[in-house]
């Protein structure tokens, strides 16, 4: 089964900074989701890729996908205190597969104004 | 963006009661949705395949006895938590993907139903 790996596990920032999250797959990505989720709510889309080499923005954040799909990044230029939350990369198994989805553990991040 | 909405959004109740959640697409039709569960401090999990008008298709370790599936309609999957012991306590968060959707690979989120059994 395919496991996500990211990092870090938790990240505390100041209002302003920069900031990379990371996430690693022991298997090829046919489809990779970042999703972000304050505890206890559900999960709001950011973006998703599929194409190696793939780059997308919204807003602030920025994810790519690596040309091997095997591991994306997102960051957040200016992070903002409405930034924090818990950001999950999710994976679908294989092409075609794109509801069933594994998730990384997680990575909570916190904004201080 | 499309809607998913989930009904309860939280619910308390006596151990060995069941427990119905409704998972329902708002503004598009959905032929396939997904149940996932997340423990405290955990990420979600995912533990079956609602399909309309078919069986529901079960993650390994999922009990299909336990945590019943029915998907009636192209906007509503219902997940029903039978014979609730404390262990079944966790967050249920659906998701559906649009049939019609220019995007088909987006999955959209419910906000999730707290399960707290005593």
């Known amino acids: 089964s395919q496991e996500l790996e990211q990092s870090p596990q938790s990240l505390i920032v100041q209002e302003g900074k920069n900031l990379t999250i990371n996430c690693t797959s022991s298997k090829t990505l046919y489809g990779l989701y970042w999703y972000k989720q304050k505890y206890g709510e559900g999960l709001i889309f950011l973006m998703m890729l599929q194409k190696g080499g793939e780059e997308k923005s919204h807003e602030k954040i920025t994810a790519k996908l690596d040309e091997k799909k095997q591991q994306s990044s997102l960051h957040i230029t200016a992070s903002q205190p409405s930034h924090a939350g818990i950001y999950l990369c999710?994976?679908?198994?294989?092409?075609?597969?794109?509801?069933?989805?594994?998730f990384g553990q997680g990575t909570i991040l916190t904004v201080h104004p | 963006g499309a809607v998913v909405s989930q009904h309860p959004s939280w619910v308390i109740c006596k151990s060995g009661t069941s427990v119905k959640i409704e998972c329902r697409s708002l503004?598009?039709?959905?032929?396939?949705m997904f149940w996932y569960r997340q423990f405290p401090k955990q990420s979600l999990m995912l533990m079956a395949t609602s399909n309309e008008g078919s069986k529901a298709t079960y993650e390994q370790g999922v009990e299909k006895d336990k945590f019943l599936i029915n998907h009636a309609s192209l906007t509503l999957s219902t997940l029903t938590v039978t014979s609730a012991h404390p262990e079944d306590s966790s967050f249920y968060i659906c998701?559906?993907?649009?049939?019609?959707?220019?995007?088909?690979?987006?999955?959209?989120f419910g906000p999730g139903t707290r399960l707290l059994v005593l």
């Open positions: 999710g994976a679908a198994p294989r092409l075609g597969s794109y509801g069933k989805l594994t």
């Open positions: 503004d598009f039709q959905a032929t396939t």
């Open positions: 998701s559906a993907r649009d049939d019609g959707g220019t995007d088909q690979e987006t999955q959209y």
